[in-house]
Nanobody, 124 residues
């Protein structure tokens, strides 16, 4: 079992930045690829970014490429999502997820464990 706790969400103006954190506990963190997903009100959950268990490979949704950066600190059992140049359309609840695999997946169904989510609101 892996427990995931997100933090770092909040209210920010368009063009601003936030850094989300996801602290993991339970199983060996390095055995898991990690992903970030988001869900806007009335919409389905969508993929944002993923990172392999070593951190050597990363993947991004086209909508965030060049603005968001996913990283991980295996010594701290934490994965991060640095979000720059935020837009109102980035407003959503952001979830981190863990997948027992070398590489991250693009589908939510590929992940076994989920955090409770953290709200990000970008005002125009």
């Amino acid at each position: 079992q892996v427990q995931l706790v997100e933090s770092g969400g909040g209210l920010v103006q368009a063009g601003g930045s936030l850094r989300l954190s996801c602290a993991a506990s339970g199983r060996t963190f390095t055995n898991y690829a990690m992903g970030w997903f988001r869900q806007a009100p009335g919409k389905e959950r969508t993929f944002v970014a993923a990172i392999s268990w070593t951190g050597g490979s990363t993947y991004y949704a086209d909508s965030v490429k060049g603005r968001f950066t996913i990283s991980r600190d295996n010594a701290q059992n934490t994965v991060y999502l640095q979000m720059n140049s935020l837009k109102p359309e980035d407003t959503a609840v952001y979830y981190c997820a863990a997948r027992r695999s070398v590489v991250g997946g693009l589908l939510g169904s590929e992940y076994e464990y989920w955090g409770q989510g953290t709200q990000v609101t970008v005002s125009s």
